[in-house]
């Protein structure tokens, strides 16, 4: 029988597990919690600073963020609940909800927006939708102000493309 070696144990364990699987940061409750409570609230502040001459157009307007608890993890156990506590949040986001255009010789319409951060096992994408991706980042990369500011302004671009279309429709 071999003594125990500690140093040993870590030679046999870098046999068995590639270098550059070791410390790769995975979606968890920390990871989840540091989008939700950092990234989203100051990416929010980007957008709501290039609202500015959006927002007077309409009544009312709510920007708020989103979790999703209702889209299950495939790689999850049956039974196991989704939720940040699990670390198994599948989509986080941004949804802006435009309330009351009101203009005249314009119907009043409402109008509302997400912004999504899909959270895959060891990086997330964010774009408009679960389809078109704007940017990807592993979990402990940071944001860069020029990030911050490169989604909030393609997000207000679609947002004014889609106001547009709606006027055009009631007009067209």
């Known amino acids: 029988m071999l003594p125990y070696l500690p140093a040993s144990r870590a030679r046999i364990r870098n046999l068995y597990i590639p270098r550059h699987m070791e410390a790769q940061p995975v979606r968890d409750k920390q990871s989840i919690q540091h989008l939700y409570n950092t990234i989203l609230p100051e990416l929010a502040k980007h957008i709501h600073q290039n609202l500015s001459a959006v ?14 608890t209702w889209t299950k993890d495939p790689d999850a156990s049956y039974g196991t609940e989704v ?14 909800r435009l309330e009351g255009f009101e203009r005249p010789g314009a119907d009043n319409f409402d109008i509302s927006k997400d912004l999504l951060f899909k959270l895959e096992r060891g990086s997330y994408t964010v774009g408009p939708d679960k389809h078109n991706i704007w940017l990807e980042k592993e979990y402990l990369q940071r944001w860069e102000k020029p990030e911050y500011q490169e989604v909030a302004g393609k997000w207000i671009e679609e947002l004014i493309d889609a106001i547009t279309q709606r006027l055009e429709n009631f007009t067209g």
């Open 55 to 68: 927002i007077p157009l309409f009544h009312d307007f709510h920007l708020e963020r989103i979790i999703d």
């Open 83 to 96: 939720s940040v506590e699990n670390g198994n949040v599948q989509q986080v986001g941004l949804r802006l």
